[in-house]
């Protein structure tokens, strides 16, 4: 039996200890360790890579805290639109969906289109559609909101900017309230020697309705190939697009040798960096080992393996 692991995150950006709260702290070090808890049960129990990504990000999904189903970010029309992906690193299938609406767990909607479909990605109202079809869960508006992402978004609503989730400043008295920052992502490797790879976000706060970022483009936001890594990346996703970002990870393994850990320090300390690209990524290999980089103050994130290793994490080490 190989190692077998999980690693996940919650978004990057400004996160700094000053604008935290103890007890905001702790209650998202709880929902990380509850997501991790729920994709390495699937892995203890025997279940596949791809299994434990789709659980530990719905679990994500589901919490108001993170940029990702519930609590996603508005878009300029005040609507919240979701994108997700998943890939499995074993046969190098994939699925995504971009800007859906009222989908409750978009990374179920992406699983559907890679099991259930003959196609990659599918958007907008066919993404809807389809959905319906397959009978996924949908939810009313009311369930997304959050008042803190609401004003977020009145603050920037009548420029023409956008703002990565995390690096919105807020003021400590609105803090209690919730910080709630983070598109979501999990890489995973089962006992099988299979890796796969998940992210799902609401995008960015004031974005254009439409407008797509990295999380579901294969190989930008996500990517997964058994013979060199499974990567979820967060950040400013545009960026991350022109980067092909998870797959030049891949590529800096495959093609050049590198390690997991120094591919990935590559791409987020010099490649991105040299286009502003702002965020970080998880990673994971075929022989368990794992990695977490980032380029901005923090990151949420956490990882656990079947050597004892379990850790959630938030700013800069
Ligand atoms: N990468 C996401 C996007 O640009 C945002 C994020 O990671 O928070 O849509």
Known sequence: MSTYAIVIHGGAG??????????????YKTALQEAMD??????????????????????????????A????????????EMDASIMDGSNRM????????????PVELAYTVMTHSQHVMLNGKGAQEFAKIHGLKTEPDEYFYSAFRHQQWKQMQDTDETALDHSVTIPSSTATEGKKFGTVGAVAVDQYGNIAAATSTGGMTNKQWGRVGDSPIIGAGTYANNKTCAISCTGHGEP???????????????????????????VVHDKLLKIDGEGGMIGVDASGNTAMVFNSEGMYRGR???EGLNETLIYKL
């Open 14 to 27: 400004t996160i700094l200890p000053a604008a935290m709260t103890n007890e905001l702290e702790r209650s």
């Open 38 to 67: 729920a994709g390495f049960s699937c892995l203890s129990a025997g279940g596949t890579s791809v299994e434990a990504v789709k659980a530990a990000v719905i679990s994500l999904e589901d919490c108001i805290l993170f940029n």
């Open 69 to 80: 189903g519930r609590g996603a970010v508005f878009a300029k029309d005040g609507s919240q």
């Open 94 to 105: 994939a699925g995504a969906i971009a800007a859906v609406r009222n989908i409750r767990n």
């Open 240 to 266: 991350f697009i022109r980067a092909v970002t998870a797959y030049d990870v891949s590529c800096l393994m495959e093609y050049k040798g590198l390690s997991l850990q120094e591919a990935m320090h590559l």
């Open 304 to 306: 656990r393996n079947s």
